[in-house]
């Protein structure tokens, strides 16, 4: 079990396989274990989503914010299980009670605070919250697996 309390890029791109346009975090601090995380996405008009979601009017897509809470809890397990470079996959099994509370817009810091309602072994299951500067944009339950190379 890992010590760690922050994965800067560097280490997420060595504990998940996602990159740019759809690596969806920046940072995760406030690590503590497997139990809980933020996640930082520095949300900017530059991705590819705001061409075409809303022209005009950009607005982050729920489905990807939801995303980026589930790379958080990636991260966070990854950090705390010790699975940098390991190839382990994470993949989605089911979003439940998901909710969108406040539109995420170029400029916005999307703060995720994840939570694990049970873990340990291959199923896992969250709770997230994604926050503007306080404000709750999105909340969810999510469950994923995880697929450690053999």
């Known amino acids: ?46 991705e590819p989503h705001f061409m075409g979601h809303f022209p005009g009017m950009p607005i982050m897509p729920g489905v990807t914010i939801v995303e980026a809470m589930a790379q958080t809890a990636a991260v966070m397990v990854g950090v705390a299980e010790d699975l940098a470079d390991t190839n382990t996959l994470v993949y989605f099994m089911g979003i439940d009670r998901a909710r969108f509370r406040r539109k995420v817009v170029p400029g916005d810091v999307l703060e995720m605070k994840i939570t694990t309602r049970r873990g340990g072994g291959k199923v896992w299951k969250f709770e997230g919250r994604a926050e503007v500067a306080g404000e709750l944009a999105c909340e969810a339950e999510f469950t994923a697996m995880m697929d450690r190379p053999k």
Do not use: C, W
């Not at 560097?10 to 503590?32: A, G, N, S």
């Open 1 to 46: 079990m890992s010590d760690l309390k922050s994965a800067d890029i560097e280490l997420i791109q060595r504990l998940i396989p996602h990159r740019y346009p759809f690596l969806l975090v920046d940072r995760v601090r406030d690590i503590d274990g497997s139990k809980s995380a933020v996640g930082i996405k520095n949300v900017t008009f530059n």
